[in-house]
């Protein structure tokens, strides 16, 4: 079992920062690929940005150049840093660490942090 706790959302103006981290704690070891997705009311959760294994990383392309994820060597505590924050990234984030364990792969999600952004 994996568990993940967010912390760092909050209130922020427009163009603003804010730091987002996820601690991993548990059977850690089987973490393949540890990331944040978002979701906003009446809209489909979406990822944002991963990071695997071998510290290869993807972003969505609404906040390439913007956010910047990080980790450890052991992907036990993520971070995600985000700039330069808009109106339309207000959403809940969840943190999100895929596992697998002889061939059976699972995903846990964190409990989630709201992030709003005002204009």
Avoid at 85 to 103: H, Q, R
């Amino acid at each position: 079992q994996v568990q993940l706790v967010e912390s760092g959302g909050g209130l922020v103006q427009a163009g603003g920062s804010l730091r987002l981290s996820c601690a991993a704690s548990g059977s850690t070891f089987s973490i393949k690929d540890i990331g944040w997705y978002r979701q906003a009311p009446e809209k489909q959760r979406e990822l944002v940005a991963t990071i695997d294994s071998e510290d290869s990383t993807k972003y969505a392309d609404t906040v390439k150049g913007r956010f910047t994820i990080s980790s450890d060597i052991t992907k036990t505590t993520v971070t995600l840093q985000m700039n330069s924050l808009k109106p339309e990234d207000t959403a809940v984030y969840y943190c999100y660490a895929d596992t697998t364990s002889w061939g059976t792969r699972f995903g846990y999600w964190g409990q989630g942090t709201q992030v709003t952004v005002s204009s």
